[in-house]
């Protein structure tokens, strides 16, 4: 009797039961899987982590970027112009061209000439370009020319820049992460792991909990029967 169970078991419910759990149970859940996880995965990506991460990068990252060109890339600019090329063109016209100047005027015109020119008029301009009319430029460059710069850099070619990076760049970025990456990496998914998952189960977890239940399970509840009927 015990043998003859045991045959109906192995050989007729085994089966069934393998076969119910490999053709049902199995592509259940693979469409469950397939059909309800994955595109909830995919919209919660969607829908919910990119944008945050779109706002993160527009609404934190891109303000710090702003500050650090605007307050320490400008700041820099304005001290190189100011400290530094400023003083080189003072320097050029102050050592240079004025010393042409005085040396045509001082070999070519008369000695009268020369000497009215060389010892009231000379110092009378040099102390006027130096003193008066540089100074002047100077301001006038300084406070006047480099602030209508600036704010035309910080007004109106700053935010052209954020807007193109704004509304071209980042949705070209998020187009090709959504429409481009995004179906590559869930058909990778879909048509390469799952494969690979589902033989894995089927050809190796499945015969083992096969065996482990054939040839272990079997013959213990076979002996716990045996034991119980003989007594």
């Known amino acids: 009797m015990m043998s003859e169970l045991y045959n109906i078991f192995d050989k007729v419910m085994m089966p069934d039961m393998y076969n119910i759990f490999d053709k049902v149970i199995m592509p259940d859940m693979y469409n469950i899987f397939d059909k309800v996880m994955m595109p909830d995965m995919y919209n919660i990506f969607d829908k919910v982590m990119m ?35 400023m003083s080189d063109m003072y320097n050029i016209f102050d050592k240079v061209m004025m010393a042409e100047l005085y040396n045509i005027l001082d070999k070519v015109m ?11 008029m000379m110092p009378e301009m040099y102390n006027i370009f130096d003193k008066v009319m540089m100074p002047d430029l100077y301001n006038i460059f300084d406070k006047v020319m480099m602030p209508d710069l600036y704010n035309i850099f910080d007004k109106v070619m700053m935010p052209e820049l954020y807007n193109i990076f704004d509304k071209v760049m980042m949705p070209d970025l998020y187009n090709i992460f959504d429409k481009v990456m995004m179906p590559e990496l869930y058909n990778i998914f879909d048509k390469v792991m799952m494969p690979e998952l589902y033989n894995i189960f089927d050809k190796v977890m499945m015969p083992d909990l096969y065996n482990i239940f054939d040839k272990v399970m079997m013959p213990e509840l076979y002996n716990i029967f045996d034991k119980v009927r003989k007594t």
């Open 51 to 85: 944008p945050d991460m779109y706002n993160i990068f527009d609404k934190v990252i891109m303000p710090e970027l702003y500050n650090i060109f605007d307050k320490v890339m400008m700041s820099e600019l304005h001290n190189i112009f100011d400290k530094v090329m």
């Open 110 to 120: 008369m000695p009268v000439l020369y000497n009215i020119f060389d010892k009231v």
